[in-house]
């Protein structure tokens, strides 16, 4: 991770946009789910959030400029049955964007946006046949 950051700040400068969308899932009863997917979900859906919003945000603030997304999930403010792992990461993941927004907002880097995306089901392949 540490060298890709690198690279991009070398090839491309400065980053004033970052879209933090990467998220997986294991829909399974909580005893079912295995740790290594907890840990995945964990590492993922909030965790990779927080290692590329450090990454970036000293650039930002110095600036006190950029916008920062976190694309987190409905799972994240509603929990449904055989996602307790998933939904737990994607509170996080909200969790995570107020958290950053007040604190900037303390900060005084108000040149510095915040956008939480938490749509619903889209079907990406990871749960089969997506409904509410």
């Not at 399974?28 to 964990?42: G, K, Y």
């Not at 055989?82 to 007040?102: P, R, W």
């Amino acid at each position: 991770f540490f060298f890709s950051v690198q690279k991009v700040k070398k090839d491309i400068g400065d980053v004033s946009i970052l879209v933090n969308n990467a998220g997986v899932i294991t829909a399974a009863d909580l005893l079912s789910t295995e740790d290594h997917q907890i840990e995945r979900m964990f590492e993922v859906n909030i965790l990779a959030h927080m290692w590329t919003t450090r990454a970036f945000l000293p650039a930002m603030m110095n600036n006190n400029y950029g916008h920062i997304v976190t694309v987190a999930s409905a799972a994240g403010h509603f929990v449904t049955s055989f996602m307790v792992a998933y939904c737990s990461s994607k509170f996080a993941a909200v969790g995570f964007h107020k958290a950053l927004t007040e604190e900037l907002s303390t900060l005084g880097k108000d040149g510095i946006k915040t956008t939480c995306l938490c749509p619903v089901f889209i079907n990406t392949g990871f749960v089969k046949n997506p409904s509410a």
